[in-house]
T-cell receptor
Framework: GAVVSQHPSWVICKSGTSVKIECRSL??????MFWYRQFPKQSLMLMAT?????????EQGVEKDKFLINHASLTLSTLTVTSAHPEDSSFYIC????????????FGPGTRLTVL | GNSVTQMEGPVTLSEEAFLTINCTYT??????LFWYVQYPGEGLQLLLK?????DKGSNKGFEATYRKETTSFHLEKGSVQVSDSAVYFC???????????FGSGTQLTVLP
């Protein structure tokens, strides 16, 4: 299956700062990538769909000015958490969809964000 | 859209015990079904999948059969190991839904 990497794997920051998380597709060109958020002991919540060369599509209730998504190339999507606050602390996971048409998705290893 | 209902956890078993984690789905049309596994501190890994009715997905001793008549995709393993301890997510996509829909996840702990 496809390989998706994320960087950093964990980050601790002060309240009010911005944090950028990178998601890379290592072995094929991904026109669409997905960003999820996961709270402890809970399921994944889709935040937005990142489309290469165009604006991201955000799910209802997700602040687009808070969570900036950029998909500048076919192998890189970034999520920037702006003016982070403790309630933004979470596990963020990106994903890409298989090109084979069977709807399989491949997930990155996740980024643990802790805002102090 | 689609929805996925998964057996509540946590589940604790002894090594070599039989495992069943129930999963049922609702969807318009015929979705593809998946089981993903998440080890502590990691992202999700695909465990197995089935794309049409009566398909059986299998991997690493785990199996699940796509049952259209009961709208189910229960995960089973005949003999669990300590290394199987993880969180398991059932998911669906397709039919009328364009995005992956996850169940709530089931925490499995296998004791030696």
């Amino acid at each position: 299956g496809a390989v998706v990497s994320q960087h950093p794997s964990w980050v601790i920051c002060k309240s009010g700062t911005s944090v950028k998380i990178e998601c890379r597709s290592l072995d094929f060109q991904a026109t669409t990538m997905f960003w999820y958020r996961q709270f402890p002991k809970q399921s994944l919540m889709l935040m937005a769909t990142s489309n290469e060369g165009s604006k991201a599509t955000y799910e209802q209730g997700v602040e687009k000015d808070k969570f900036l998504i950029n998909h500048a190339s076919l192998t890189l999507s970034t999520l920037t958490v702006t003016s982070a606050h403790p309630e933004d602390s979470s596990f963020y996971i990106c994903s890409e969809r298989s090109q084979t048409g069977d709807n399989e998705q491949f997930f990155g290893p996740g980024t643990r964000l802790t805002v102090l | 859209g689609n929805s996925v209902t998964q057996m509540e956890g946590p589940v604790t078993l002894s090594e070599e015990a039989f495992l069943t984690i129930n999963c049922t789905y609702t969807a318009t049309g015929y979705p593809s079904l998946f089981w993903y596994v998440q080890y502590p501190g990691e992202g999700l890994q695909l465990l197995l999948k089935a794309t049409k009715a009566d398909d059986k997905g299998s991997n690493k001793g785990f199996e699940a059969t796509y049952r259209k008549e009961t709208t189910s995709f229960h995960l089973e393993k005949g003999s669990v190991q300590v290394s199987d301890s993880a969180v398991y997510f059932c998911a669906s996509i397709g039919g009328s839904a364009r995005q992956l829909t996850f169940g709530s996840g089931t925490q499995l702990t296998v004791l030696p």
